[in-house]
């Protein structure tokens, strides 16, 4: 952890070598920003049917850490609003979710 889901309409799906650069800003925010270990971190993406509201919505699982405050989590959104934005020219609704450790049950 952390997760990061992003979900794409489906027809604006941007190239791959755009999600390659989209995966590597993620990865750098989660490892620094998050200070998560690299092999924690995983960046999903999601074609979807929209619906209504934002063309991306972008979801964050994260474990809660007493360093993960808003004064942390405040620029990691910042720079991943700014990163999809570059990378798939959408507009994105951002949420982040903490858990704490002893409510994560987890495999590989």
């Known amino acids: 952890m952390p997760n990061v889901t992003i979900y794409i309409p489906r027809g604006r799906m941007p190239s791959d070598a755009r999600l390659a650069e989209l995966s590597r800003d993620c990865i750098k925010l989660c490892t620094s920003v998050l200070e998560a270990a690299l092999e924690n971190v995983h960046v999903i993406y999601v074609e979807v049917r929209h619906g209504h509201g934002h063309p991306v919505f972008a979801e964050v699982q994260y474990r809660v850490e007493t360093f993960r405050t808003p004064a942390v989590m405040n620029p990691f959104m910042k720079g991943l609003d700014e990163a999809i ?5 959408l507009t994105a609704r951002i949420r982040c979710f903490g858990y704490a ?8």
């Open 85 to 89: 934005e570059r990378c798939t020219g």
């Open 101 to 108: 450790a002893s409510n994560i049950h987890a495999r590989n």
